[in-house]
């Protein structure tokens, strides 16, 4: 089993990051290769993942843990990935995400192909950072355009 470990800082509240992570059908918006995201019962979500031109579908399950600060999830049918995002306020308006993400490596190989040993961690490791910063961009101007629109409500006449 390997480990991978990231962190970002989101100039946010931690409750619009929370919000974000919940919102499963915008997934696509910030998780790469996914092209669509369906929630279905109570922590079940279905993903449409595309890796290397070959389309795949995923069932997740997502449980919240840690009273809004902790999401843990994991896949049902494919190469078994498991992870969990932690949530932590630096302030009143800056959070930290962390995220955790566990998989085996020969099994992610053989559901979705692609490199192996360190280019397959490599690309891997890539993919989540881009997904963090993709993700910190949505969460951040949605909280900007909110901000903005108090502003203007405030000082309407």
């Known amino acids: 089993m390997s480990t991978l470990e990231e ?3 989101i100039a946010a ?3 619009a990051a929370w919000e974000q992570l919940h919102r499963v059908r915008e997934y696509p918006q910030f998780v790469d290769g996914v092209r669509s995201a369906h929630p ?3 922590n079940l979500a279905h993903l449409g993942v595309q890796v290397s031109g070959t389309e795949h579908s995923v069932d997740t399950e997502i449980t919240d843990l840690g ?3 902790v999401m843990s999830w994991r896949t049902l049918n494919s190469a078994h990935l498991r ?6 306020p630096l302030d009143a308006r800056h959070t930290r995400l962390q995220i955790r993400v566990e998989y085996d490596p020969e099994a992610v190989q053989r559901e979705f192909g692609g490199p192996r040993g360190f280019a397959q961690a490599g690309a891997i490791e890539r993919a989540v ?14 909280v900007s355009a909110a ?3 108090r502003k203007d409500s405030h000082n309407a006449p």
């Open 67 to 69: 009273r809004g600060r």
């Open 7 to 9: 962190q970002i800082d």
């Open 147 to 149: 901000d903005g629109h």
């Open 129 to 142: 950072r881009e997904d963090l910063e993709h993700f910190r961009e949505l969460v951040e101007a949605r």
């Open 40 to 42: 279905h019962g109570r």
């Open 83 to 88: 992870g969990a995002f932690a949530l932590l």
């Open 13 to 15: 509240p931690v409750l």
